[in-house]
């Protein structure tokens, strides 16, 4: 009897516990947050900002944000404080397509920009400041490093593909500045109908591909390879001019890359760096390139 | 010259000692209480059922030894006034067999240890936890209050807050590195070959060292030395079997036990015959065997050998393709040799040799165009000494030991640098080496029946790691005849850590731990605990309760993935030195009546970890966890088991927007952005998922028939894990468009309803 007072009581206390259960749960966000992206490039005269807001439901293959306008933005350069306006006459805007040729989206509202008096200068300090008609109030600052020095390749030199075939092998030894937090390599085909492919198929032709901080040891990036189409044909070319480009970021955007590069889900607390009160990140870079030529196989 | 005085001062008393055995069997008794009532003396037996009584005078005295599950002896010893007297007790084991759930002595014996003691559990109480599949050890473990489970899938420790690497699991003095099958569903130590098993979960006696949680000593049997005995087990998916007799001569008894599953030969015909299309060809094996001898009146040597194995190989589709192979294994050698010298003094030797491997090949291609995915291999060795000297005196028992281990760790993980494997494992290749020294040196001091306290000190010397001094203490006073308080506190050191990544959540389904060396930039790991209980018991009935507090320093953490829905469960490097707390309330009763029995255990924590400047709770911690166990005996041969578990639920990430990175393009010098969302997490494991319950339970009825001139008992059982299928979340993960269409937060269950049977033999 007693056992079966105990199951009894047992079914009784189960049945209750069948509401932990749970289906699906929707996700509906109060909170729309600001997003403020900057990147101080060493040598360049203007620099500009965007001001976004994400939307609530966010999400894959749909606009996630908004643009924000009627911000007050400014630059501080030492003694200097430049405030930037929306949509500068003849600047590209903020936010481009990824690829050319990709659909265009436009955020000039959200869009800052201004010119800094002797531009950009490389291990300099800069504060960002916004102030947003809300209230809201952003701050960031970024120490702009200086570029890599590039030991190798040397200038113009003639890649050829490996033997079994396997694409290119370059073989690069750099002088990364001990103010970077990452560096990256862009390899661009000078002739527009070419494009390089990096062997990582996550990577595609003209983006970046991160070599974190190289050391004095040489450093080893596979390119899959390189053709040219004129009119969707495939042409065979003797030699395919290139163009290497080290970008070398300050530690913030390193951080922002680390953290959201290729993520589903972002902490975030990860998910701003050099800023303080948005989303985003507030960096510099300076941009070293180097010319090469691709030979391909006859 | 400290030997040289213990020993002049050994044989200025008489002394008795000798060892509490099972009658008929003569395995050892552990834990057996041992007294002389004229004199009011009384010590405990150790797990070997070694007993000392020191400082006696000459005269005649009524010996007696009790031990929970047998009926007391009593013995008339004549003690001259030197020397040594040597008394063997066989008890008679009581004539009920179906109690496995004890409750042990009262708070006016002599406790086995000074301060909070281990937690104490009998093999027997293994075959009453419902088993997923099979009985298992660790799992068993989980049933007690400072230990918790990451999640259904794992049988892996979690001691007081503390991870799994921070655990040591001894088998017979040997270190286990990963006893796990199946990716740690199930423990990989035959039940039918252990003994006893002590969980010592804060307030270490100088004697334990080597990690910050907790030290799971377990022992496994001597055998019988009469005549041979079998038990062994038919289940669901694997068999196992032991055997255990005299050696010739007398003087000594082996045990072997083994186990292996059937899945593969299973799928393997079920295949052949057309049943399905492909087989599994998965199968583990684990064995264990002791040889024990006595060397001469008290002292012994034994030597214990496990193994396991395990392989998974996904079959090639097209000819000329390789197999993939995941294979795993341990194996484990100690050697003990105790002997007792003049009576007061006891002297114990143990070498060991521990390691585990595991070795991954996937291939991708045929013939020429093979090219391996992924080629891992690990490998992890200790191999140690370790030599240790009681002196017993009439209030006093002293202790001094020293342990080298030599640990070596190699890693060789090759993969493709894109895909599948890249997400799960780092790419690293490293050779560790690392000596380690301890000494410790402690006194156990009973200077009345109700006091006892404990002093010691334990020294960690790893090379350039570092050293470090970690004074021990404890202390129990009897209060009234059934009620005790204890006390005990201490300091703690690790030379090694892990490189799992707990807050991955690959880690609630893989329990195996690959440990490396602490370098010399981190330095050794270090805790302090302090203990705080209360012990009452009387007939039938003990309950527990402890209070811990307890700090972590410098451990070896890699810092809070940014994105821990898909963090690798393996971290190559990155770690950071990371701090760690926890603090909680235990209880732990026992009841027996002449029916059946209950073991409930209830936790109350916190805990949380510290790295990289920022702190959370780690994602296996439950705030309450509520264990009960109970059996019903059904007449003399049936019983009927169940197990209740209720919890808090796990901390997660909460999702608190949605959001776009945006990617600066240094060639167009402009941000881009590509078509994926992602979500923002809020505070690290800020919220907790919801709570957790489950209720298995088991029926076992025993048959007793006389085969080949000895009776035979057949015991068919049967098991169901979650009998309610509740669904327990183990996972809360974000999802774009889910089955609503819109953004959702999908939980991913635990264990649903799992029934298990099988038969087991005993001759």
């Not at chain 1, 050391?215 to 390879?225: F, I, K, M, P």
Request: proline share 7%.
């Amino acid at each position: 009897m007693e056992v079966l007072k105990l199951l009894v009581a047992l079914l009784v206390f189960a049945a209750a516990g069948c509401g932990l259960t749970r289906d699906p749960a929707a996700l509906d966000f109060d909170e729309r947050q600001l997003g403020v992206y900057s990147v101080l490039r060493a040598g360049a005269d203007t620099v500009s900002v965007l001001v976004i807001r994400y939307s609530e439901k966010g999400g894959s293959f749909q606009p996630a944000f908004e643009p924000v306008a009627g911000a007050d933005v400014r630059i501080v350069a030492g003694a200097d404080t430049v405030r930037l306006v929306a949509e500068l006459p003849g600047f590209r805007g903020c936010l481009v397509p990824p690829q050319p040729g990709a659909p265009e989206f436009s955020v000039s509202e959200g869009c800052y920009t201004g010119v800094l008096p002797g531009g950009v200068r490389a291990a300099a300090r800069y504060e960002l400041l916004v102030r947003l008609p809300t209230g809201e109030r952003v701050r960031g600052f970024t120490q702009v490093p200086r570029p890599v020095e590039i030991v190798a390749p040397v200038a113009n030199l003639e890649l050829r593909p490996e033997p079994d075939d396997a694409g290119f092998v370059l073989s690069l030894r750099l002088d990364v500045p001990p103010e970077a937090g990452l560096v990256t390599l862009t390899v661009e085909a000078l002739d527009e109908e070419c494009l390089v492919s990096p062997a990582s198929e996550a990577i595609g032709p003209g983006q970046p591909i991160p070599l974190g901080v190289p050391g004095a040891d040489s450093v080893v990036v596979r390119l899959a390879g390189a053709s040219c189409r004129i009119n969707g044909t495939p042409v065979q070319r003797d030699s395919i001019p290139a163009r290497l480009r080290f970008a070398a970021y300050d530690t913030a955007y390193a951080r922002y890359f680390m953290a959201t590069n290729g993520r589903g889900s972002v902490l975030r607390s990860r998910a701003a760096a050099g800023l303080d009160g948005a989303l985003g990140v507030f960096a510099g870079v300076a941009i070293a390139d180097r010319r090469i030529v691709l030979v391909p196989s006859p | 010259m400290l030997f040289a005085i213990f020993f002049a001062l050994t044989f200025s008393f008489s002394t008795i000692n000798g060892t509490v055995r099972v009658e008929g069997s003569r395995e050892p008794v552990p834990y057996a209480v041992v007294q002389i009532p004229e004199l009011r003396r009384s010590t405990v037996a150790d797990e070997r059922g070694y007993f000392a009584l020191p400082s006696i005078p000459a005269g005649s005295y009524t010996v007696r030894a009790t031990a929970p599950g047998f009926l007391p002896r009593e013995r008339r010893v004549q003690v001259s006034s030197e020397g040594t007297t040597a008394v063997e007790f066989t008890l008679p084991q009581r004539a009920v067999a179906l109690d496995p759930i004890e409750v042990r002595g009262r708070a006016s014996e002599p406790a086995a240890a000074v301060g909070p003691g281990p937690a104490r559990l009998d093999a027997s109480v293994v075959e009453l936890v419902p088993a997923l599949a099979e009985a298992d050890v660790l799992r068993t473990l989980q049933t007690l209050p400072s230990v918790q489970a990451s999640s259904d899938f794992s049988s892996a420790l979690y001691v007081r807050g503390g991870s799994p690497d921070q655990n040591l699991i001894l088998l017979d003095g040997a270190p286990l590195f990963n006893p796990f099958h199946l990716g740690g569903v199930f423990a990989a130590v035959d039940p039918d070959a252990i003994a006893t098993m002590d969980v010592y979960a804060g307030a270490f006696p100088a004697r334990l060292g080597g990690r910050l949680s907790s030290i799971v000593e377990l022992w496994t049997r001597d055998g019988g030395r009469d005549r041979i005995r079998s038990q062994g087990s038919v289940g669901l998916i694997s068999a196992r079997a032991s055997v255990d007799g005299p050696l010739p001569g007398g003087d000594g008894s082996f045990l072997l036990s083994a186990r292996r599953t059937y899945l593969d030969l299973f799928t393997d015909a079920a295949a052949a015959v057309g049943l399905i299309e492909k087989p599994l060809p998965y199968g583990f094996t684990d064995a264990h065997l002791k040889l024990t001898h006595d060397v001469g009146k008290l002292g012994r040597v034994s030597a214990s050998f496990y193994t396991d194995d395990e392989e998974l190989l996904d079959y090639a589709e097209r000819p000329g393709e390789r197999d993939d192979r995941f294979a795993w294994g341990s194996r484990a050698a100690s050697l003990h040799y105790r002997q007792p010298i003049g009576g007061s003094l006891l002297a114990t030797f143990r070498a060991a040799y521990s390691s585990f491997g595991s070795t991954v090949d996937f291939f991708e291609g045929a013939g020429a165009a093979e090219f391996r995915t992924i080629d891992s291999d690990a490998k992890l060795r200790d191999v140690l000494a370790a030599a240790e000297l009681t002196w017993y005196r009439r209030t006093h028992e002293v202790r001094a030991g020293i342990q080298a281990d030599w640990y070596r760790f190699d890693y060789d993980v090759r993969r493709e640098p894109v895909g599948f494997f890249a997400e799960l494992f780092p790419e690293f290749r490293r050779t560790d080496r690392l000596q380690t020294t301890e000494a410790f040196l402690e006194d156990e001091w009973r200077p009345t029946d109700a006091l006892g306290l404990r002093v010691g000190v334990r020294v960690l010397h790893a090379g350039e790691v570092g050293t470090e001094v970690l004074p021990r203490i404890g202390a129990r006073y009897a209060l009234t005849p059934q009620l005790a308080l204890t006390v005990g506190a201490g300091r703690y050191a690790q030379a090694l850590h892990s490189l799992r990544d707990e807050e991955s959540l690959a880690a609630s389904y893989l329990a195996y731990d690959l440990l490396v060396a602490a370098n010399r930039e981190l330095g050794l790991a270090t805790g302090e605990d302090l203990v705080l209980g209360a012990e009452w018991a009387n007939a039938g009935t003990s309950v527990r309760v402890d209070g811990y507090a307890k700090r972590l320093h410098n451990l070896a953490l890699p810092p809070l993935p940014s994105e821990p829905f898909e963090a690798p469960v393996l971290v190559a490097d990155g770690f950071r030195a990371g701090e760690g707390s926890a603090q909680g309330l235990e209880l732990l009763a026992r009841h027996e009546t002449g029916w059946g029995g209950i073991q409930a255990s209830y936790a109350l924590s916190s805990a949380d970890r510290e790295v990289a400047g920022e702190r959370f709770t780690p994602r296996f911690h439950r705030r309450h966890v509520l264990d009960a166990l109970a059996f019903r005996t059904l007449g003399e041969r049936g019983r009927l088991t169940a197990r209740l578990v209720l919890g808090s639920g796990q901390p997660y990430t909460p999702v608190v927007g949605a959001f776009q990175p945006l990617e600066y393009d240094p060639a167009q010098g402009a941000f881009t952005r590509d078509f994926r969302g992602s979500f923002l997490l809020g505070e690290p494991n800020s919220e907790r998922l919801p709570g957790y319950w489950r209720l298995d339970v088991g029926a076992r009825r025993s048959y007793t028939r006389r085969w080949f001139g000895r009776p035979t008992t057949i015991t068919p059982f049967a098991q169901i894990v979650n009998v309610l299928n509740t669904r327990n979340v183990l996972i809360a993960e974000p999802t774009f468009f889910g089955e609503t269409g819109g953004n959702e937060l999908e939980f991913q269950p635990q264990l649903p309803f799992l029934p298990t049977f099988g038969v087991e033999w005993k001759f």
